[in-house]
């Protein structure tokens, strides 16, 4: 049995694995993600002890960089002179390569364009990279509430509704509750939770408005799932910034990481991957929609990295991310509901227009007023014809008998 769901992750993460360059790429890329998660708990941890560790979590910034470069590269057709196809010793030699370059380009930013270094990271792959998981995110609910569409509106399915509307309010207002009982934050912690939660409620409060209206369409169903989504994202991200960041390595916030990495990276690549096959003069290789997801990703895990360098509180120490994740979610989340029934409209006209036949209105024709018709005389030529052929038949019977009679007298 398919799931479309597992079936299109699992189609989007194969872009990344397609050939020798792509699977090396992808090898460099969760090398650096490593290197920056372990680098990011050592900053938390020994930054006031020993300052020179900032050096070491800030050189995490050599990955995006390579990757920003290697993006460059294959939009220009030079992608051999970055990895080799034929042979992982010589990629390995190419990337330490430029590997170098990448320390050189970090620093020179730093020092001579710390504004352009700025806009790339924070403005471009951090929010960049966060804007795409709300994105797919809330795609994903709108697809799953289309697969499950119920056909037949019933007093249930609106009872249904009803306690999915309740239950977000519930789930959020319990996760800021719980949080602050059991993890005693500080106040800039409570504060953004607080925040975060009341923007959770309003989008639940707004869905609530155009779920009611919606109540007997087929959109209902994604309307009501879309809510339950991002009721639930937003309880998460509260209970991450509520608790704080644990510089240990806590196996289930890193596979909850890794799977967020792993199911936007299947949807970015997915989507860059499919202008290659479109007939357009703005096609782009997978080499390059591999390469720049690669840079997203390890950009926003980097910027993500520094902001414990940055950040004094130590409340809000390591989950920047989460902070901005839940400032963001239900907005976008919002635009997306706004566009999901904008498509169904526009779809719901255009197969009425399909299904209804087409009246063809006869033009009433002039009426032409019947003549009488003569009928006309019969020729008097046939008769005289026939006139002739009998005295030509009568004169030739006389000749043949006076043949005749003159014979007989003869003997």
């Known amino acids: 049995m398919e799931i479309p769901f597992l079936s299109n992750f699992i189609e989007g993460l194969k872009l990344f694995f397609e050939s020798k360059k792509l699977r090396w790429f992808a090898l460099v890329f969760f090398i650096g993600a490593f290197f920056i998660t372990i680098w990011e708990s050592l900053g938390a941890?020994?930054?006031g002890i020993f300052p020179g560790i900032a050096l070491l979590v800030f050189s995490g910034g050599v990955f995006p960089i390579y990757f920003m470069l290697v993006s460059l590269m294959s939009i220009l057709g030079l992608g051999?002179?970055?990895v080799s196809e034929e042979s992982y010793k010589r990629s390995f030699i190419y990337t330490i390569i430029w590997g170098v370059i990448s320390a050189f380009v970090l620093?020179?930013?730093?020092?001579?364009?710390?504004q352009l270094f700025i806009l790339i990271f924070v403005g471009f792959t951090f929010l960049g990279w966060i804007g795409f998981q709300s994105y797919f995110a809330t795609r994903t609910s709108l697809g799953l509430a289309r697969s499950v569409d119920v056909g037949k509106r019933s007093l249930l399915i609106g009872l249904f509704y009803g306690v999915i509307y309740i239950f977000n309010y519930a789930v959020?207002?319990?996760?800021?509750?719980?949080?602050?009982?059991?993890?005693?934050?500080?106040?800039?912690?409570?504060?953004?939770?607080i925040l975060g939660g009341l923007l959770a409620l309003g989008f639940n409060f707004l869905n609530g408005?155009?779920?009611?209206?919606?109540?007997n369409k087929s959109t209902a169903s994604g309307v009501a799932v879309l809510g339950l989504f991002i009721s639930l994202y937003s309880a998460y991200f509260i209970y991450n910034v509520l608790k704080g960041f644990d510089p240990a390595?806590?196996?289930?916030?890193?596979?909850i990481s890794i799977a967020f990495i792993l199911y936007t990276m299947s949807g970015i690549g997915r989507t860059l991957a499919s202008r290659a096959e479109l007939d357009t003069r703005f096609k782009i290789s997978r080499e390059f929609a591999a390469t720049l997801t690669y840079f997203l990703a390890s950009g926003f895990m980097f910027v993500d990295s520094v902001f414990i360098l940055i950040i004094v509180d130590p409340s809000l120490q390591g989950v920047i991310s989460d902070v901005i994740k839940l400032l963001l979610f239900p907005f976008i989340a919002f635009i997306m509901v706004l566009y999901y029934l904008y498509e169904s409209r526009k779809a719901l006209k255009e197969a009425e227009i399909i299904s209804e036949p087409e009246v063809v209105e006869e033009e009433e024709l002039p009426e032409v007023e019947e003549e009488p018709v003569e009928l006309a005389e019969p020729a008097q030529e046939e008769e005289i014809f026939e006139d002739e052929d009998l005295g030509t038949i009568g004169e030739e019977q006389e000749e043949e008998e006076i043949a005749a009679e003159e014979y007989n007298e003869e003997e």
């Open 249 to 255: 390595l806590d196996l289930v916030s890193i596979a």
């Open 107 to 114: 620093i020179a930013m730093v020092f001579l364009t710390f």
């Open 80 to 82: 051999r002179f970055v």
């Open 172 to 193: 959020v207002v319990g996760a800021v509750i719980f949080g602050i009982i059991v993890f005693a934050p500080g106040l800039p912690a409570i504060g953004v939770s």
């Open 209 to 215: 408005l155009i779920l009611a209206k919606e109540r």
């Open 45 to 47: 941890i020994l930054l």
